[in-house]
């Protein structure tokens, strides 16, 4: 069974340009998450679509950060304008139970992209 | 704001087993308790769940008492590529729920 796909593995920006994540999750898999790790934490949450509908973006900040799953298979997440506090991998998984089901939930991860800053 | 909390670091042998417990200490009803795993430039791996009692698999046991405000996981005699960092994580599909800590380091010497 193929795996969470993400591309670029790394990518390097200077502040105030964009950039765009691409993930494409298990196939079969309702649910897609994007999360941001910074260096020696833990991944945090930004968005969880289910299906093509966003469950909670609670976290995203929006002024700068959007994404989208059009067709409920495929995401991008984008930064516009990136600033240096956006260096981070950003993680893309996605699981096969729904959110609102208690339980269960095994998330499976991408390999994710390393984002630079300058 | 995580909601566990778990040693930030560990240090083992190869051959021993590790245990790392994580506190759950407001736990909701519907919560079940994953395990995750993390090397170096790779995303976290799956490794375990539970909801209460004690689960095993071929990696790893996970045991959760009655109350369910703790959980350990038990590794059986480590191996060198056993170095990693592991999550705890309580779900039950509510929104603004899936929050990582910042997990606990594991290094095992040989």
């Known amino acids: 069974e193929a795996g969470v796909a993400q591309s670029p593995r790394y990518k390097i920006i200077e502040k105030r340009q964009s950039v765009a994540f691409w993930c494409n999750p298990i196939?079969?898999?309702?649910?897609l998450y994007w999360y941001q790790q910074i260096l020696g934490q833990g991944p945090k949450l930004l968005i969880q679509?289910?299906?093509?509908?966003?469950?909670?973006d609670s976290q995203l900040p929006k002024d700068r950060f959007s994404a989208e799953r059009l067709k409920g298979v495929d995401s991008t997440l984008k930064i516009q304008p990136a600033k240096l506090e956006d260096s981070a991998v950003y993680l893309c998984a996605s699981s096969l139970d729904p959110p609102g089901l208690a339980g269960q939930n095994i998330q499976y991860f991408g390999a994710g992209t390393r984002l630079s800053v300058l | 704001l995580a909601k566990t909390t778990q040693p930030i670091s560990m240090d083992s042998y190869e051959g021993q087993e590790v245990n790392i417990t994580c506190s759950h200490n407001?736990?909701?009803?519907?919560?079940?308790i994953t395990w995750y795993q993390q090397f170096p430039s790779q995303g976290p791996r799956f490794i375990i769940q539970?909801?209460?009692t004690k689960v095993t698999n071929e990696v790893a046991s996970l045991f959760i008492p009655a109350d369910r405000k703790s959980s350990t996981l038990s590794l059986p005699r480590v191996s060198l590529s056993d170095t990693a960092v592991y999550y705890c994580?309580?779900?039950?599909?509510?929104?603004?729920?899936?929050?990582f800590g910042k997990g606990t380091k594991l290094s095992v010497k040989p």
């Open positions: 196939s079969g898999h309702a649910t």
């Open positions: 407001n736990i909701a009803t519907n919560d079940y």
């Open positions: 539970g909801y209460k």
């Open positions: 679509f289910q299906n093509n509908g966003v469950v909670d």
């Open positions: 994580l309580e779900y039950g599909g509510s929104q603004g729920n899936l929050i």
